[in-house]
């Protein structure tokens, strides 16, 4: 984990770090390394014993805070644990059967209304308890402000202290134990309710619970959206070769179903989708699905719709598919997991998610729920949401910023465009959703586009660093290099240490000509950043092309003295050894470093390249044949073995 930045601006290192230990918790992992929770017990003595397994307690979470209070109103304590993991909240009913007991709520006129800093006492026999009603119990929680008071054996008190905050102090006579006790300011009276003691789970059994358990089997499979969200578009190959598309499929309701042909569970669900067609048809909703299989397991998808059956669509996922939709449902459910298969989602006529399904989901739940598609905003809240309830702010907003972001991350940039597109409408302010929106436009060659949306970026924020070093390279791709290098300044003006803006700033200006120039920079960049071997490999390249091979090797060999065996560095020294002369040197190097760093494409088209120059056209094919059979998409191997085949 690289230190904090000393200064505002971007440090890579550190942001990478924090995504990759972000992705860690969201994928159930745990910064606590599966350390079980623990709970004492204080033996009244200035000793504690450790009861955590006795208890129950001892969950193997990554727990982060806990609140005590008692909720089903039996006289003792029970607890809420939030863990940072699933299930994130737990709560651990307290059933001790021998307990008398007391809880006093306080009601403040002239101190606050909760009572908050008083002071309360209770005497029963010889012993007596103090409490105080606090703000804040620890990290992100709060106990209930009722205050509980353990009475042992006896059964009553016989005293009643409260010292308020406002500084007034009532004296109260005693009360029988197993009383929840109602004090209000000013008042000299004590309101006193039976509590449930004796009867197990008092509340929590009770008409509330009760009402919670009523939820309708609807709910209980799979989740409503508060909000429909767009699905992402896909072109997909089917079995009987044809090629369709989402947009297809609008002007009616569409089950996606998502399954794979080692999934029992799947199989089952798709017989059971192809028995309920009729019913499906009658509520208006077409099914197709998608199998999310390798391509080597075609054979065993057209067996299985073959011994089914199916006569609705079965599609072929590509690697787009599977990229868009996990990362899809990840969001959705804030977790970074596989997708799990089978998972089905609901759409209406729109394109938009209305529901979706994890496991198994049968026709007749689908038709019923396609009935509920376009009610109102009211009624799919309700749907939505496991209990009743109503808001105390604003209802939460779905962050399409994030999800746009993830997507271009996982490589569908131009799937993450629509999102990003929403996340603008809901916050035309947000600058990182422009940045993210012109980073999409970008990698899909929209250049006019994209430029149009850094400097969105920037002119909300002056000082977003990425966005001048963004737009930078699209002004440099469109040939205006002069505009691309007082970018790439504007980025290292809002952080010096920048390495991206650095090598950017080198190459613009070595492009313009100024080779002087581009080699200080990257001089400087190489001292601001002594931890960036990247940078000084970049200085010792330049150097080697404008013919200073000394120099170029100094610089490469500190990098080496830093980063240690790096292929980079070493392949950069080899072929410093080529343009040398010293042809078989660099291939000796070359190859070694190919035993050492298997499957290093780098290295690959460095060891071709060097035997073009010595002459060796038949040990540089076959190099590149292996290169192309190891990486398909490797486009400059492809160009240059189609170059000495000729």
């Not at 995504?19 to 033996?43: K, M, T």
């Not at 010292?163 to 006579?173: D, I, K, L, N």
């Not at 994890?358 to 729920?369: E, M, N, P």
Request: negative net charge; hydrophobic residues 40%; proline residues 4%.
């Amino acid at each position: 984990m690289p230190l904090s930045p000393q200064r505002d601006g971007t440090d890579d290192g550190y942001e990478a770090a924090w995504a990759a230990i972000s992705e860690w918790i969201e994928g159930d992992g745990s910064w606590s390394g599966r350390e079980r929770n623990l709970c004492y017990v204080n033996n009244r003595d200035g000793t504690f014993a450790d009861i955590s397994a006795a208890s129950g307690l001892d969950f193997i979470e990554d727990g982060r805070s806990f609140a005590s209070g008692d909720l089903d109103g039996d006289g003792d304590l029970d607890l809420v644990i939030k863990s940072r993991n699933s299930p994130g909240l737990r709560i651990v009913r307290n059933d001790w059967p021998a307990s008398r007991s007391a809880t006093v709520r306080l009601r403040g006129r002239e101190s606050n209304r909760d009572g908050i800093g008083a002071e309360v006492r209770v005497r029963a026999g010889g012993l007596e308890i103090r409490r105080t009603v606090r703000a804040g119990s620890g990290f992100l929680s709060q106990h209930a402000k009722d205050l509980h008071f353990g009475l042992g054996g006896r059964s009553r008190a016989e005293e009643l202290r409260v010292r308020w905050p406002s500084g007034t102090e009532q004296v109260f006579p005693g009360f029988p134990a197993g009383k929840q006790v109602t004090v209000v300011e000013g008042s000299g009276e004590l309101r006193l309710k039976e509590l449930t003691a004796g009867r197990k789970g008092g509340g929590l059994d009770g008409a509330a619970t009760d009402r919670i358990g009523e939820t309708t089997g609807e709910r209980r499979t799979g989740t409503w959206l508060v909000e429909p969200l767009p699905a992402p578009a896909w072109t997909l190959k089917a079995l009987d070769g044809s090629t369709q598309t989402l947009d297809q499929y609008r002007g009616s309701a569409l089950l996606l179903n998502i399954w794979a042909s080692w999934c029992p569970p799947c199989r089952a669900e798709l017989r059971d989708l192809q028995h309920g067609l009729g019913r499906l048809g009658e509520s208006g909703v077409s099914v197709a699905a998608v199998s999310v299989d390798e391509a080597a397991a075609e054979d065993a998808v057209r067996a299985i719709v073959g011994a089914e059956g199916l006569s609705f669509p079965v599609l072929l996922a590509d690697v787009r598919f599977r990229a868009a939709y996990t990362t899809l449902v990840r969001s959705l459910l804030a977790r970074r997991t596989e997708l799990g298969i089978p998972t089905s989602l609901l759409l209406d006529g729109e394109g938009m998610i209305e529901k979706v399904y994890l496991g198994r989901v049968t026709a007749d739940q689908v038709a019923s729920d396609a009935g509920h598609i376009g009610e109102s905003a009211a009624s799919r809240l309700a749907r939505a949401l496991p209990f009743p309830g109503r808001f105390f702010e604003s209802r939460p907003a779905r962050d399409y910023t994030r999800l746009g972001a993830e997507l271009l991350e996982v490589g569908v940039p131009d799937l993450s465009v629509p999102y990003l597109r929403k996340a603008i409408q809901q916050r035309p302010s947000l600058s990182s959703a422009h940045y993210d929106l012109g980073t999409a436009y970008a990698a899909t060659a929209q250049l006019e586009a994209a430029r149009i949306s850094f400097e969105t970026a920037i002119s909300l924020s002056p000082k977003h660093a990425q966005a001048h070093n963004s737009l930078g390279v699209v002004l440099g791709t469109m040939g205006r290099h002069g505009d691309a290098a007082e970018r790439f300044r504007s980025a290292l003006a809002a952080n010096p240490s920048y390495s991206k803006a650095i090598a950017n700033l080198a190459t613009a200006l070595e492009r313009a000509g100024n080779a002087a120039a581009a080699a200080d920079t990257l001089e400087r960049g190489v001292r601001a950043n002594p931890r960036d071997t990247g940078l000084a490999n970049r200085l010792g390249s330049l150097l080697a092309r404008t013919g200073d091979l000394t120099q170029a090797e100094t610089w490469f060999k500190e990098a080496l003295a830093r980063s240690g065996e790096d292929p980079e560095t070493l392949t950069n020294l080899a072929l410093l050894e080529a343009q040398r002369g010293n042809l078989n040197a660099a291939k000796d190097q070359l190859l070694r470093l190919i035993d050492n760093h298997e499957g290093n494409a780098p290295v690959r088209m460095a060891l071709a390249r060097v035997q073009i120059a010595s002459g060796d056209i038949e040990g540089a094919r076959e190099t590149l044949v292996e290169l192309v059979g190891r990486e398909p998409a490797h486009e400059p191997a492809r160009q240059l073995l189609e170059s000495i085949g000729k």
